[in-house]
């Protein structure tokens, strides 16, 4: 990992790209990223969230975009990826109704590589951000078996949350070493040592982050994204994030 690929999920500081998104991220630039990766874009039109980060000298590490703007217009989602400079889009999450059932996680299966196959025509990478629950047992098999399986590699790629691998009961390395090169994200928080196992700041908590690291790194990760869905102090947090990430960055 070197530090230019280091990047900030937003959703870390809902709280405040919501009152200020241009606001926010100056602070996010003057804490030290360099990259983001947006889950909305705090009520911005995409080309003018384009320019604040041109003027700040961020990018878009890529940007999370619920399942519903896919189902109603795909093509707008495209041409929102295009206007704020972003190369990956990422589905966050899969609802509970879409993924009651083999068949169910299959059709969604479906749906993923076409918009895989859209994306691709437009030069632009997509993939699936994992929770735990997609290693929950499905009777005999588990909903990320089963998207692994029946997504096209070429057309799909995966953002493994390593957090919520290990929070599922799998282990993390073992899963970026299974799905080889279709990580091309990575989101990295850190979990407590308590029975609670609630997320901290990367370096606050008991994730094997050097392990982890090459191993992405072997994978051909591309971008290495902080996040906390809990932060104590969303600034404060990010930042002890960044500084722990820069430490163990080759450069």
């Not at 703007?69 to 609802?95: L, R």
């Not at 994730?207 to 809990?230: C, S």
Request: aromatic share 6%; glycine share 8%.
């Amino acid at each position: 990992m070197r530090k230019d690929q280091i990047s900030l999920q937003l959703y870390t500081v809902r709280e405040h790209t919501a009152n200020d998104m241009p606001g926010t991220l100056r602070r996010l630039a003057e804490i030290g990223y360099n990259a983001v990766e947006p889950a909305g874009f705090g009520g911005l039109a995409p080309q003018e969230l384009r320019r604040v980060m041109d003027d700040l000298g961020l990018r878009a590490s890529g940007a999370h975009v619920p399942l519903d703007a896919w189902e109603s217009d795909p093509a707008s989602v495209i041409a929102d990826m295009h206007a704020i400079g972003s190369a990956h889009v990422v589905v966050p999450i899969a609802p509970p109704e879409r993924r009651g059932d083999a068949d169910e996680i299959s059709r969604l299966a479906e749906a993923f590589n076409r918009w895989g196959e859209l994306c691709r025509a437009e030069g632009i990478t997509f993939s699936y951000h994992n929770h735990d629950f997609e290693f929950a047992p499905l009777g005999e098999t588990t909903m990320w078996d089963v998207l692994v399986r029946e997504t096209d590699p070429d057309l799909v790629h995966l953002e493994l949350d390593l957090y919520w691998i290990e929070y599922g009961g799998s282990d993390p390395e073992t899963v970026l070493r299974d799905v080889g090169d279709r990580v091309s994200l990575v989101h990295l928080k850190d979990m407590s040592p308590d029975d609670t196992r609630s997320d901290l700041p990367i370096g606050e908590g008991v994730m094997p982050w050097r392990d982890l690291l090459k191993t992405a790194d072997e994978r051909g990760v591309e971008w290495f994204i902080a996040e906390q869905d809990n932060p104590r102090d969303a600034m404060e947090d990010s930042r002890t994030s960044l500084r722990t990430l820069e430490e163990l960055a080759d450069g």
